[in-house]
């Protein structure tokens, strides 16, 4: 039995939001009542202002603050603020009586907000109400399955599925008690991107599982929002990890992170796919033609992607752990391009032009150029050059830039045969 309640969203520029409990009373009949929701790590407190008057302040990243009365029947400014600088607006129209939750998330530099109205009817005894706000735009389409705690989910079926990006489930009535949550890509099951130890559902409850974004754009973040009651952050636990072998003269390359194989024994140059592993200071073991590198355990923030670069001649590797951006281009039309230099014994950067145009300049071995915003086209040139070497070390014609698109450029080898190897993250 699924039913629906008003969902407004609205984007706009950069900020978050954060709370910390509460109820309200509504005595004037022209008024509602709305609370902050800060849904964003980016931001250590947030506070927010209704129609130029405080409404809530200081609330912290899975925090809610106290409900606060506002305007009803017309359109109100509501402004999210970090310091006294406005991160985010949105202007809704409240309906008198009813109360609301402005969450902010996003990142810095490209906040947004929605408001979700908390009316819903309360299910009957022994059962519970859940909605899924998909908030993380980046990640795509996703399930959601609530299982017992050592459920495979081989057999399982999602108890939400194909949530887009920035859509609504609608309410969702459950059984209440204690679940396992996990968030998968749309019909991936294997494609993990949050899992949830335990949350509990009491009986009449609802609750909106708000899905929200994290800084490497395809693992997500989550809050559980109880209608017009307390909140509570579940955030990811795990970050994303591969190998890149870029190490010259086709030597043979293997990787594991704590518990995970990055990448079995294998050829030079080879660009390994991303694996789950846990956050924090797993160990790294890497091994280069037989023998162990010696590899201090990188620090891994829940929620980013990374790339283990393995490079430079054989004789002696180097290892470089390099921050991904796999968020999707915020600009309709633009793709996002990057370039990683895992070329060793060579002079200088490289630099990296698209359409005759430079996009990347000067970048070092062992590490990786900024994202860049270029424009979608069928037909581009890509073309790589060496400071050392007249003619372009990578070039390829009717290089195809989608829309939407996110994509690197590995260059491999060393600086008597680099390989360059194109790659669509996204």
Known sequence: MVSRRLIMGVAVSAAMLAACGGGGSDDDSGSAQIRLVNASSAYSTLDLTVS???????????????YASAKAGESITTLVKNAGTTISSLYPTLTKGSHYSLIAYGWSGNMKSTILQEEEVAPAENYSKLLVLN???????????????????????????AITGGGSSGYTSISSGTYRVRVTGAGK???????????????????????????????????????????????ATNARARVVAAVAG???????????????ASFAPNIGDYQIVAAGSPNLLVNVNGQTMPVTA???????????????????????????????????????????????????????????????????????????????????????FSPTVGAPVLSQTNFPIVSGGVYTVFMMGNANAIVGRPRRER
């Open 52 to 66: 130029d008057a405080s409404a809530a302040t200081g609330v912290a990243y899975g925090g809610v603050s106290a």
């Open 298 to 384: 990188p620090a891994l923030t829940a929620g980013n992607d990374y790339t283990v670069l393995v490079w430079g001649e054989a004789v002696a590797p180097k290892i470089s752990i390099l921050n991904d951006d796999n968020r999707l281009p915020t600009t309709s039309g633009t793709a996002k391009l990057r370039l990683i230099n895992g070329v060793a014994s060579l002079s200088g950067g490289l630099t990296m032009t698209l359409d005759y145009s430079a996009v990347a300049t000067d970048v070092q071995a062992g590490s990786a150029s900024s994202a860049v915003s270029v424009l979608s086209s069928t037909s581009s040139t890509l073309e790589v």
């Open 250 to 264: 086709n030597a043979q390359v293997s990787a594991t992170l704590g518990n995970t194989a990055l990448m079995n």
């Open 135 to 161: 908030l993380a735009a980046d990640a795509g389409t996703l399930d959601v399955y609530l299982t017992q705690n050592t459920d495979s989910l081989d057999n399982a079926s999602p108890t939400i599925s």
């Open 189 to 235: 099951k294997s494609d993990l991107r949050l899992d949830i130890p335990s949350i509990t559902l009491s009986s009449k409850q609802v609750g909106s599982l708000v899905i929200t974004p994290t800084p490497g754009g395809v693992l997500v973040n989550s809050i559980l929002m109880t209608q017009q009651g307390s909140v509570a952050a579940h955030g």
